[in-house]
């Protein structure tokens, strides 16, 4: 038995096998001509997931008027989202 790992609806709407399917006949196109010869150099394909760029910014400082206490700054709604 193991614990459930929570998914947002979108991710799960998302992930169904036509999208996955779409998704690498786009990237075929993207790598390679008609020929099969490859298009994009291999130094150009990185791997990377989403968990290392965050949605949520942290306010940094900012210059503001002398004297000013209230300054905003717009930053996203979602919290711990990445």
Known sequence: MRQA???SIQRAQGFNKPKVERFYA???TIMF???GQQK???????N????GFTVCHKPVKIVATKGKHNVGISTSAENGKT
């Open 48 to 51: 990377v997931d989403e968990s």
């Open 33 to 35: 001509n008609d020929n």
């Open 26 to 28: 786009v990237l075929k």
């Open 5 to 7: 790992e929570a998914v």
């Open 40 to 46: 994009m150099p291999l130094c150009s394909i990185y």
